[in-house]
């Protein structure tokens, strides 16, 4: 039988009404079973089994992390160490929450407090919450203020897809141009860092090209790669002295799924990185030279996340996490 053009027309259209709905409803069921239950009261309740040091009123900046990075490279060697080394380890779009999925091996987090590791709540966003956040939770500006240790009032990138001028630094600059360190690294997957057009530290690579500065800056295909390149590099018994890596399981559930510990994906997410962070960990501290080399460790996010998205200002999205062996 053939099809009239009327026909035909009036099939394609109950076909895209049938994709239309089926996505509607695919929408809505994630919503009903991950969102609907993920209040700021269940979010609350949840921090707070985690085990944090501090409160959500009393969460700190992420900013501080540049500070602490920056006073462990200019502070005395303990006795017994010759050199200092210092390694960022970054769980993109990391809830605070979904800590409580720690698990008793495999954890870089859950190891780093068996051994002594303070563990705080942190803020993205300009400001803590409840206050209107100044800058958008999301990855380029997080990260921007963890390296640079100011918020985007100052080093400007309020979005992704902004590139970052040089009135502001950030650590892997800084650090190898004053020779604090011998040489640094940034390992990531997302291209939005350095390698596609307004890349946010795309003047920041050129500059460090044009000034012959030890920085490796190195895109991966993906995590697996990633975390097998930086094993690699931290078995090098000349590895950088600053490492910094980002590792991206959770934000890439979070966005496909859902940003929420009710959903099965992203807690799952967040225990792959953590061992994908723990694999890390037992690379340094099985370094030969460990024992003679003075290890900062740092684990954190950029910000969190809510619904399948992120940069907003709501309590999920703003608390993010510093675990650290020393602060």
Sequence with gaps: MKLTK???????????????????????????????????????????????????????????????????????L????????????????????VLTEMQSSNSIIGTMLQDGASINLAYCGGVNYPEKNTQDTSTAPGWCSILTGVWATEHGITGNDISKDMSTKILHTSLTEQKIIDSAVFNTKWAGHFSRKNATYLNEKQYAEDNNLPIAYNKYKNNEVMLEETIAELRNPNCADFTFVIYEPTDAAGHGYGFTINNPRYKNAFIQGDDYGY?????????????????????????????????????????????????
């Design 6 to 76: 009327k026909a035909l027309t009036s099939i394609i259209a109950s076909a895209v009404l049938l994709v239309v709905v089926g996505v509607a409803l695919s929408v809505y069921f994630t919503w009903y079973m991950h969102d609907s239950k993920d209040t700021e009261s269940a979010y609350r309740a949840n921090v707070a089994k985690v085990g944090y040091q501090n409160t959500i009123e009393t969460a700190i900046p992420q900013t501080a992390i540049y500070n602490a990075i920056v006073a462990h490279f200019n502070s005395e």
């Design 78 to 97: 303990p006795v017994g160490k010759t050199e200092k080394k210092a390694i960022i380890i970054g769980m993109d779009g990391c809830r605070a929450d």
């Design 279 to 327: 694999q890390t960990l037992c690379t340094i501290k099985a370094r030969e030279t460990f024992a003679q080399e003075d290890w900062l460790v740092i684990v954190t996010s950029d910000h969190g996340g809510y619904g399948i998205e992120h940069g907003e200002d709501s309590i999920q999205e703003r608390m993010t996490f510093i675990v650290a062996n020393r602060y």
